[in-house]
């Protein structure tokens, strides 16, 4: 009867988790760009709330990107530009 026990529970809890961290980290760049469908926002909020590194790596990649997009709108306007803007406002003065 002690075999049948251990087939009730063929995966180990540990194993299962990995599975969903898998997953999780999979979807982690369409959850941050918002491209996710709702299903996968639920399953992806559920799992964060449960476990620490999933929910940490979050944080992270969200951080990551918020800096690289910040960055991006800094380099977006170039000097050559700025300086074509001031040239034309003094051509005008
Ligand atoms: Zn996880």
């Known amino acids: 009867m002690e075999s049948k026990f251990t087939e009730a529970y063929p995966k180990a809890p540990d194993e ?3 599975a969903d961290c898998e997953k999780v980290s999979g979807m982690l760049d369409l959850i941050i760009d918002g491209e996710a469908s709702s299903e996968e926002k639920l399953y992806f909020n559920h799992h964060i709330e449960e476990c620490v590194s999933c929910f940490e790596n979050h944080q ?31 051509e005008t003065l």
């Open 60 to 90: 992270k990649q969200k951080l990551l990107k918020g800096l690289v997009a910040g960055h991006l709108k800094r380099v977006i306007v170039p000097k050559s530009l700025v300086q074509s803007i001031k040239a034309k406002i003094q």
């Open 16 to 18: 299962v988790k990995q």
